[in-house]
Each structure stands twice: as C-alpha cells, then as structure tokens.
C-alpha cells in the first residue's frame, strides 16, 4: 500500500519547538514536500527534500527556523520546526512526489497524507 502518514503535531508556545514526522510507505519517491494550511487561507508550501540528495528548499516564511530531513533507513520525512510564532498554526501536510527528475517545490507532488494540526499560542 503506498500511503504518507504524518504525525508530531500539538499545542506550543511561541518561541517553542515541534517535530513533525511523514512516515513513508508502499514505495520510494523522488520528492517528500510540507504544505499548510491555516483557516481560511489558501495552502502554502513550506519546505522540500530530493530524497536522493537530500538538497532542500524552504519558504522564506520558515527559513532559518524549520529544518527538513530524511532518514532514508525509516522512509521517513521530518520538520523540526523552531522558534514557531503563532502564525506557524495549520494543518501541515506531507506530500510525496513520484517522478525522481522533478525539483520543482510546488508542483509535481502526487500523493497527500492527512494532515496534522499544529497549534502555536501567545
């Protein structure tokens, strides 16, 4: 079964940490990305991996607070997500993308996990 399952996600403070997990099963993949998704906003692209790589790229609104990373033993994407301010709160979801040639960071992402919820209080 090829399926994302992420987890990690709860209530903080600001200036807290938290790290979000995207267990990968049922095959490989070219790209492992994070999106979120706040109420009543558009979902926005936070951060990717070339799983072959490792290169990685992150949304100027993260940069130098989130780190993404993979272990390629466990299939698994991970966000560490520092110094999360409270506009950081959404639903974060992974994302893989199949084709191994495409580095593009928004597109080309063919299978979604379900989200976890990510609170960020004052």
């Known amino acids: 079964q090829v399926q994302l399952e992420e987890s990690g996600g709860g209530l903080v403070q600001t200036g807290g940490s938290l790290r979000l997990s995207c267990a990968a099963t049922g095959r490989t993949f070219g790209k492992l990305g994070w999106f979120r998704q706040a109420p009543g906003k558009e979902r926005e692209f936070v951060a990717r991996?070339?799983?072959?790589?490792?290169?990685?790229y992150f949304a100027d609104s993260v940069k130098g607070r989130f780190t993404i990373s993979r272990d390629n033993a466990k299939n698994t994407v991970y966000l560490q997500m520092n110094s999360l301010k409270p506009e950081d709160t959404a639903v974060y979801y992974c994302?893989?993308?199949?084709?191994?040639?495409?580095?593009?960071?928004?597109?080309?992402?063919?299978?979604w996990g379900q989200g976890t919820q990510v609170t960020v209080s004052s």
């Open positions: 991996i070339l799983w072959s790589s490792g290169s990685t």
């Open positions: 994302a893989a993308g199949f084709n191994p040639f495409s580095t593009v960071l928004i597109g080309g992402y063919d299978l």
